[in-house]
């Protein structure tokens, strides 16, 4: 199999690259505008082919998009054309009707685009709350906060970059009708620097939460069910609450980073997805539906303004 990473950034280097090491059957191959970049990290991960030109590329199984969310149409809609499977970091594009068309590509030509929301994973989540995952109708409530320190923003690079993976997080059935949402906002001047979002499905409520003027950089997830709540403090470790007793959670010692935030389990699946060359329906449908709402987010907040 072989693989192009495109894009050999901060999150590339951060997320991916460390984890390559644990698929060494994957032919990999580096290719990033900046030489002085591309020669460096090719010589520390002992990458063979390296290529500064996208389009110089040879064939290829599949290939993963780490590029700037304004590169991402363009870099995905030449690789769907030409039938090669696409991982593309969140969010696809920064805008809906970008999201549909490439996945109308992708549907054309009958190959996998594969969108990159690494908290979907979170190993402790999953083995704390994996049956209510995937049935959410035993949810009762689910809230996840996401905060930063001192960084407000311009709105759509907000909630398209950013807000995205919490609102995600509780989109489990990837059907919210944008309609029913309900969106409360503080702006800092020009920039928008707290977004709330939630909404009523199945019987339980999800809600979304980013304030980017907050007192640290933290993020919160809690789960409810009926009479007992799980909240997780981060990604490693969490509390449940049951029988009016509190149990405490971790994730065992030594977990690496990079799989306590989801990103080795999300590169298992996408590798899963390039063998099998297909992305189950409700997995496409959940990636629409989120962009959707971020679409939806932002035209609301824009025609407030």
Not at 82 to 108: G, Q
Not at 178 to 195: C, E, F, K
Not at 267 to 289: M, Q, T
Request: aromatic share 10%.
């Amino acid at each position: 199999m072989k693989i192009a990473l495109i894009g050999l950034g901060d999150i590339a280097q951060k997320a991916y690259l460390p984890l390559l090491h644990h698929w060494p059957q994957v032919e990999w191959l580096f290719c990033s505008r900046n030489p002085q970049v591309l020669a460096s990290l090719a010589a520390q991960y002992r990458i063979v082919d390296s290529y500064t030109d996208y389009q110089q590329l040879p064939e290829l199984d599949a290939v993963m998009i780490h590029s700037a969310t304004a590169s991402h149409l363009e870099l995905a809609a030449y690789f769907l054309a030409r039938r090669v499977a696409v991982f593309v970091d969140k969010p696809l594009c920064d805008n809906y009707a970008d999201c549909e068309r490439l996945y109308a590509l992708a549907a054309r030509f009958n190959v996998p685009l594969f969108v990159g929301f690494n908290r979907r994973y979170l190993p402790l989540l999953h083995q704390q709350a994996g049956a209510a995952l995937a049935n959410s109708k035993d949810i009762r409530s689910m809230r996840w906060e996401k905060h930063r320190h001192n960084q407000p923003g311009d709105i759509r690079t907000f909630v398209f970059d950013d807000f995205i993976h919490a609102l995600d997080g509780v989109n489990l059935s990837g059907r919210v009708n944008p309609a029913d949402m309900q969106i409360y906002s503080q702006m800092d001047g020009q920039q928008l620097a707290r977004l709330d979002c939630h909404w009523y499905a199945d019987g339980g409520m999800y809600h979304a939460s980013m304030d980017r003027c907050y007192g640290m950089t933290c993020e919160r997830i809690q789960l409810s069910q009926l009479n007992q709540t799980l909240e997780l403090d981060g990604f490693l470790r969490g509390t449940r609450w049951s029988e009016n007793r509190a149990e405490q959670l971790a994730l065992a010692d030594w977990t690496p980073m990079l799989h306590s935030k989801g990103f080795y389990a999300m590169l298992v699946h996408w590798l899963e997805v390039v063998k099998s060359g297909r992305l189950a329906d409700e997995v496409i449908g959940r990636n629409l539906n989120s962009h959707r709402l971020c679409e939806e987010i932002c035209q609301r907040l824009t025609r407030a303004c």
